[in-house]
């Protein structure tokens, strides 16, 4: 069984950076796809990014291009999503989340296994 912790959510103003760590234990994700997700009161879960098992390949929605960014560190079993010039519409659960059937990066939410409690992340304007 895999658990994963997300933390470093918070509220920040629009503008302001904040960096989200994903924690795994149970057991070692270095060869599995991981991705974060969020979503937004009465609206959908949505992908925001996704990494490839060693990093070499990532995936952005466009609503995030060139402000987030998605790492790994696989000796920590960690992931960590940097989000830079956050506007108001960021503001969301952020979840991060693991697939134990992909290696490469993917936004589709169903090939995914594993989930987080998820983190609140909450931008003012």
């Known amino acids: 069984q895999v658990q994963l912790v997300e933390s470093g959510g918070g509220w920040v103003q629009a503008g302001d950076s904040l960096r989200l760590s994903c924690a795994a234990s149970?057991?070692?994700?270095?060869?599995?796809?991981m991705g974060w997700f969020r979503q937004a009161p009465g609206k959908d879960r949505e992908n925001v990014a996704a990494v490839s098992w060693n990093g070499g390949s990532t995936y952005y929605a466009d609503s995030v291009k060139g402000r987030f960014t998605i790492s790994r560190d696989n000796a920590k079993n960690t992931v960590y999503l940097q989000m830079n010039s956050l506007k108001a519409e960021d503001t969301a659960v952020y979840y991060c989340a693991a697939s134990m059937r992909r290696s490469g990066s993917t936004p589709r939410q169903e090939q995914y296994d594993y989930w987080g409690q998820g983190t609140q992340v909450t931008v003012s304007s």
């Open positions: 149970g057991r070692t994700l270095s060869s599995s796809a």
